[in-house]
């Protein structure tokens, strides 16, 4: 057993990283800033948009997107289940309602079919998730799309490629830089798309309605006379969060090698442990893995998912569970009626996930570590 904890996850942060907030700290402009204004520029030029919006949280950027687009009471989105619940949190706090679909029960990723045969007239948004970092099939779900705006949810996908293109290209995508995350700004995220007027609302809506931030009057050459347009809200990135974010984005390539090395050490070894399957690869189209998580299926009568985490645990070796199916939940339970039985291929891998370890200043031999600590569990399973 290791003497020491690994965790599941932990943010690579380097001396570069510290110095680019230092800079911040020192410069005498500490809320939205320069820096929001070149991480905003590189985010959208890897996303090959138009524009992005920094705000403080993927959450907000939906939230506000979601008002944005004037969604609310009788108005349907259709997302994943399997997914966190942030998404639907914010369908139901516009006033519209949730439509979960299931999803592809090796890959965990929606499909555009499932997708086609939940669509009504009460449609106003899709939301695809990229789960994991693998893209979802973007072309075949704009197509079932057709005039319904796509936004694709990028929480996991800052670096994955579907058919040679940055996913969010030429749509609208939402990133998350949270702590956990292969690009962390400890709490952030960016909304980005191809259509500038959208841009300019959803700025509007993060920072009270108004139509230009304090950065914008002072540095853009705009009327200092800022007048509300529309009441909004306070989702502002701070340039002390964005320096971080900024300064890992510039290394993203690096970071999501090491990540993919480690992760295909994983399934190099985890091939000769049947019990615990990998998810498989998307099928029919080529794509660039982010590998943002590396999730299993622990596949055995001897042991439950969460005794199986347990167990881990005691042999130094943390996990995370990404997700507990989003419909199964308390309140969308006892406020939509959802029963156990209406998204198969969602609930079964919701009974079964959960993510290995897996962050670029993991060694080879933690990899071995964890191998080694779920053997010495499953021999010990069902005794």
């Known amino acids: 057993m290791r003497s020491e904890f690994l965790p599941f996850t932990k943010p690579a942060v380097t001396e570069e990283d510290i110095a680019a907030v230092n800079a911040v700290l020192r410069s005498g402009w500490l809320t939205n800033g320069p820096v929001n204004a070149e991480f905003e520029a590189a985010v959208a030029a890897l996303s090959n948009c138009k524009g992005a919006v920094a705000v403080a949280s993927a959450t907000g950027a939906m939230h506000i997107l979601l008002q944005a687009l004037g969604i609310?009471?009788?108005?349907?989105?259709?997302?994943?289940?399997?997914?966190?619940?942030?998404?639907?949190?914010?369908?139901?706090?516009?006033?519209?309602?949730?439509?979960?679909v299931d999803v592809n029960k090796e890959t965990l990723l929606v499909e555009p079919e499932t997708i086609r045969k939940a669509?009504?007239?009460?449609?106003?948004?899709?939301?695809?998730?990229?789960?994991?970092?693998?893209?979802?099939?973007?072309?075949?779900?704009?197509?079932?799309?057709?005039?319904?705006?796509?936004?694709?949810?990028?929480?996991?996908?800052?670096?994955?490629?579907?058919?040679?293109?940055?996913?969010?290209?030429?749509?609208?995508?939402?990133?998350?830089?949270?702590?956990?995350?292969?690009?962390?700004?400890?709490?952030?995220?960016?909304?980005?798309?191809?259509d500038p007027e959208l841009c300019d609302k959803i700025r509007r809506w993060k920072f009270h309605g108004i139509g230009m931030d304090a950065f914008d009057r002072q540095n853009r050459g705009r009327s200092p006379q800022a007048e509300v347009l529309s009441p909004g809200f306070k989702y502002n990135l701070t340039d002390i969060c964005a320096a971080l974010g900024y300064s890992q984005f510039k290394r993203w390539q690096k970071i999501?090698?090491?990540?993919?090395?480690?992760?295909?050490?994983?399934?190099?070894?985890?091939?000769?442990?049947?019990?615990?399957?990998?998810?498989?690869?998307?099928?029919?189209?080529?794509?660039?893995?982010?590998?943002?998580?590396?999730?299993?299926?622990?596949?055995?009568?001897?042991?439950?998912?969460?005794?199986?985490?347990a167990k881990l645990k005691e042999q130094n070796i943390g996990t995370g569970l990404h997700f507990r199916c989003a419909h199964l939940q308390k309140f969308y339970r006892e406020h939509f009626g959802f029963q156990e039985g209406v998204l198969p291929n969602t609930e079964y891998n919701s009974d079964r996930i959960c993510s290995l370890p897996l962050f670029p200043d993991m060694l080879d031999s933690d990899v071995d570590d964890v191998i080694c600590a779920i053997k010495t569990v499953l021999a010990g399973a069902g005794k």
Not at 72 to 98: K, Y
Not at 261 to 273: C, Q, S
Not at 277 to 300: E, K, M, S
């Open 72 to 100: 609310g009471p009788g108005d349907e989105v259709i997302t994943p289940s399997m997914t966190w619940v942030s998404i639907a949190n914010m369908i139901v706090l516009s006033g519209a309602t949730p439509v979960f």
């Open 119 to 194: 669509i009504t007239p009460r449609t106003k948004l899709i939301v695809p998730v990229h789960f994991a970092g693998a893209p979802c099939d973007m072309d075949g779900i704009r197509a079932v799309a057709g005039n319904i705006p796509v936004v694709e949810d990028a929480a996991h996908a800052v670096g994955t490629f579907y058919k040679g293109r940055h996913v969010g290209t030429g749509n609208h995508a939402i990133y998350s830089f949270h702590a956990i995350k292969n690009v962390t700004c400890g709490e952030g995220g960016m909304f980005v798309s191809d």
């Open 256 to 309: 999501n090698a090491r990540r993919t090395e480690l992760a295909m050490l994983y399934r190099e070894k985890l091939a000769a442990v049947p019990e615990i399957r990998p998810l498989a690869d998307p099928a029919g189209y080529d794509f660039t893995h982010a590998w943002h998580l590396f999730v299993v299926r622990v596949d055995t009568p001897r042991i439950d998912r969460n005794t199986f985490m």
